[in-house]
T-cell receptor
Framework: QQPVQSPQAVILREGEDAVINCSSS?????VHWYRQKHGEAPVFLMILLKGGEQKGHEKISASFNEKKQQSSLYLTASQLSYSGTYFC???????????FGTGTRLTVIP | GAVVSQHPSWVICKSGTSVKIECRSL??????MFWYRQFPKQSLMLMAT?????????EQGVEKDKFLINHASLTLSTLTVTSAHPEDSSFYIC??????????FGDGTRLSIL
């Protein structure tokens, strides 16, 4: 049930953009995105509900295509603080738990 | 808001010891709490889902007699690793949630079994 994320890792220079994809084999009700820094707990970024919505906050936004069972996270004009491992968490209809994706390690360099 | 406290932050103990980890939602009442395990450079793997006053639901492959979960109130869940062995060494993280709101995570417990 684990969603698959791509790419596995990416290195960016400050100011560059990145897209992280999350794909599930199951029908989804919602997708949650988290960022985890080394040795710390994941921090919630945003949640997208069924309906194909797109959300954004500051320079980080995301989309959710429920028909394709996919979500994408968009990072624009990356900052050093964006470095970390990004996980999507997927929730099925009627479920109350999340299954976390394989993770994408993002490194932003000066 | 939505603060989850997890204690202890790290534990080092001998093989065969039982270890209890606490997870508390400090400023909200969580309808559900979750326990995850994370090995280095890997994703979070859901171990069990816990609702207050009822038995936890364990994921496939997780031994319920080894990982005892008690959810005594809407703000407290505990995970006890019984008779821990070196292969149980990992980063254990809890999260808490209200209805369909996002999960909020504790800071995690790093468990090392010698």
């Amino acid at each position: 049930q684990q969603p698959v994320q791509s790419p596995q890792a990416v290195i960016l220079r400050e100011g560059e953009d990145a897209v992280i994809n999350c794909s599930s084999s199951k029908a989804l009700y919602s997708v949650h995105w988290y960022r985890q820094k080394h040795g710390e707990a994941p921090v919630f970024l945003m949640i997208l509900l069924k309906g194909g919505e797109q959300k954004g906050h500051e320079k980080i936004s995301a989309s959710f295509n429920e028909k394709k069972q996919q979500s994408s996270l968009y990072l624009t004009a990356s900052q050093l603080s964006y470095s970390g491992t990004y996980f999507c968490g997927t929730e099925g209809t009627g479920a109350n738990n999340l299954f976390f994706g394989t993770g994408t390690r993002l490194t932003v360099i000066p | 808001g939505a603060v989850v406290s997890q204690h202890p932050s790290w534990v080092i103990c001998k093989s065969g010891t039982s270890v209890k980890i606490e997870c508390r939602s400090l400023d909200f009442q969580a309808t559900t709490m979750f326990w995850y395990r994370q090995f280095p450079k890997q994703s979070l793997m859901l171990m069990a889902t816990s609702n207050e006053g009822s038995k936890a639901t364990y994921e496939q492959g997780v031994e319920k007699d080894k990982f005892l979960i008690n959810h005594a109130s809407l703000t407290l869940s505990t995970l006890t690793v019984t008779s821990a062995h070196p292969e149980d060494s990992s980063f254990y993280i809890c999260s808490a949630r209200v209805a369909s709101q996002p999960q909020h995570f504790g800071d995690g417990t790093r468990l090392s079994i010698l």
